[in-house]
């Protein structure tokens, strides 16, 4: 949900322009707006779960700020039903993105529920005033996910594995990264294809040892990832739900390919990982991870190389962490800048937006 840059991750290594040969100006035509992420030059990646789709969008938001402000926006829901003119309870936020240039935040917004909801982009900073991105006549760029799960497709509970076709986007090395699942035999999925693009390849399938389970899987979807070099090379850090984390090599990430991934920690089951970033603070790397039941998590990532590959049934082990107790009902967070976090927070049916200090 995030492009990370700096020490702490990987640059981008190829030359990137937000006039890509894919780019052309018009009405960019959403059915839903669930996961967001940056690439550079303030290129938003907005992951469409319904259309099974990938649009990239110009926002145009390019001058650099390198000193934001706080932000402090108590019910940011109301806030957003007041700009739309709606009620409150008929807004809902699916995720948050920084752009990494100018630092200002963007939501995916749903206004409305169900088959009729409306999907938005908005956008706010520490001035706190909220605006919608404007999605009329921008340049953008779209490639539909070939290996999507059919919109008719059913699993063994009922649920529609279409609407987990997207689950989290990630740009790095010059390529454009998308978890979810897909209609292959390994419904894992993860997604690479360079950017500008002009069309989605299929997915790599992913095969990973869930401690928590005993078992080896293909069918679960990872939750949340970080681009992050392990042992000096591009992996991905992806977790899972019940809560495995795992490293996925990005030379592997093929279209077609069958990978196997690492799994070095099993953090505790009866959890959903919500969303990650790594950070750099006091010379060191570590991962921020909020979670459904378990708060948030700090993880050093040192030496991440060094952990065995759990192979066998097990509740916790490998990564170490730490519960960063003060941090209550995050349900979404970005790196805001070198120093501070964007976290999303519930308090009863209120929803917060606020920066905090990098623990």
Do not use: W
Not at 46 to 58: E, F, H, K, N, P
Not at 223 to 243: G, M, Q, S, W
Not at 254 to 283: Q, S
């Amino acid at each position: 949900m995030r492009l990370l840059l700096g020490c702490a991750a990987i640059a981008a290594s190829v030359a990137f322009s937000a006039e890509g040969p894919s780019m052309a100006a018009g009405k960019v035509e959403l059915k839903s707006a669930d996961v967001l992420a940056f690439g550079p030059a303030g290129i938003l990646f907005v992951g469409d779960t319904v259309s099974a789709t990938l649009t990239a969008i110009d926002t145009g938001d390019k001058t650099p700020n390198k000193n934001p402000g706080q932000i402090e926006l108590k019910a940011i829901n109301e806030k957003i039903a007041a700009v739309l003119g709606t009620a409150a309870d008929q807004i809902s936020i699916a995720d948050v993105a920084v752009n990494p240039v100018s630092r200002r935040v963007y939501l995916s917004v749903a206004r409305g529920r169900g088959a009729q909801a409306v999907p938005l982009v908005m956008t706010t900073d520490a001035s706190g005033k909220i605006s919608e991105l404007s999605l009329d006549n921008v340049k953008h760029a779209k490639v539909a996910l070939v290996d999507a799960p059919s919109a008719e497709a059913k699993n063994a509970r009922g649920q529609s594995p279409r609407m987990e076709t997207i689950t989290d986007i990630g740009y790095a090395e010059g390529r454009v990264f998308v978890a979810g699942l897909s209609n292959e035999e390994f419904a894992s999925s993860l997604r690479s294809f360079p950017y500008p693009f002009k069309a989605a390849d299929k997915g790599a399938g992913i095969e990973i040892f869930h401690g928590a389970h005993g078992r080896f899987e293909t069918n679960a979807p990872v939750r949340t990832f970080v681009p992050y070099k392990v042992a000096n090379t591009p992996h991905l850090l992806a977790a899972y739900t019940c809560t495995p984390l795992v490293t996925i090599p990005l030379s592997e990430l093929k279209p077609g390919n069958k990978v196997k991934g690492k799994t070095i920690a099993e953090l505790g089951n009866r959890n959903r990982p919500l969303d990650m970033i790594v950070y750099t603070k006091g010379g060191k790397d570590f991962i921020l991870m909020a979670n459904s039941s378990r708060g948030v998590m700090k993880l050093p990532t040192a030496n991440l190389d060094s952990y065995s590959a759990i192979v066998a049934q097990t509740e916790k082990q490998g990564v170490p962490y730490e519960t960063i107790a003060e941090l209550k009902d995050v349900q979404q967070l970005d790196k805001y800048d070198d120093k501070s976090a964007i976290l999303l927070q519930t308090t009863g049916g209120s929803m917060d937006l606020r920066t905090i200090a990098l623990p």
